[in-house]
């Protein structure tokens, strides 16, 4: 914001610099991240590959989400005469991009187990392949991977907002039950246990996040002023 204000080049090469330390450092946070609060649920269950996972989940769903927030952004006034058709292109090539990238890693992560065949792994899949935990895996492989590859891949749909942002909208869905089957069969082995608190955390969390971010939105430029992007 205060490079929009003077236009010093310097804040750039400052946030270049943080940036570049920052990259490995999300690495290893969302990984060791990972393995903490989601691996650890169940601690006989390893996987190297866990980390890579929910990157891959992540990036996917994240891209998905700001699909979503610039388009609400856009009907709101704010960013009308900025993001052109060609964002929401790329942005459409990047969720394709993703939704590849996780069923890679999924898919991998599935077949080393399989192959492999030790108890200590299987388990993990075991639970979730039976009772209820089932349905809501094939649904999950079904909604999160072959459904918006095939929608993906027509550049009429990642050209025309509202129809991506439909695509975006069930990804971010999608992405919520990966989650679930993620954390859920760790507590629930046998079945399916639906609680008025699986709705609660997650509205906590939302409501926070969006109450944050629509309270920074007004303060500042949501682009960066031409004046002060260095040669």
Not at 67 to 82: P, S
Not at 157 to 172: D, E, S, T
Not at 186 to 195: C, Q, R
Request: aromatic share 16%; hydrophobic share 50%.
């Amino acid at each position: 914001m205060r490079q929009d204000k003077d236009g010093n080049p310097r804040f750039t090469i400052w946030m270049r610099k943080v940036a570049f330390i920052s990259l490995p450092m999300f690495a290893l946070c969302l990984t060791f991240g990972a393995f903490d609060w989601l691996m650890s649920l169940n601690y006989r269950w390893f996987s190297t590959m866990f980390g890579v996972y929910i990157f891959a989940g992540a990036a996917g769903s994240s891209m998905s989400l700001l699909v979503l927030v610039i388009t609400a952004l856009r009907q709101a006034g704010y960013l009308k005469d900025v993001v052109t058709l060609e964002h929401y292109h790329i942005m459409g090539k990047w969720m394709f991009a993703f939704c590849v990238f996780w069923a890679y890693i999924g898919f991998g992560q599935y077949m080393l187990i399989w192959y492999a065949n030790m108890p200590e792994e299987t388990e993990y899949f075991i639970t979730r392949n039976t009772e209820s935990w089932w349905a809501l895996s094939m649904l999950l492989v079904i909604g999160r991977f072959f459904g918006p590859f095939a929608i993906l891949l027509l550049r009429s749909i990642k050209k025309q907002p509202h129809r991506l942002c439909y695509v975006a909208g069930w990804i971010v869905c999608m992405q919520m039950l990966d989650m679930y089957l993620v954390v859920l069969p760790a507590l629930h082995g046998t079945g399916v246990h639906v609680s008025i608190w699986d709705l609660v955390s997650l509205i906590a969390i939302g409501a926070t996040l969006g109450f944050v971010y629509l309270r920074l939105v007004p303060r500042t430029s949501l682009f960066p002023s031409p004046r002060s992007a260095p040669d």
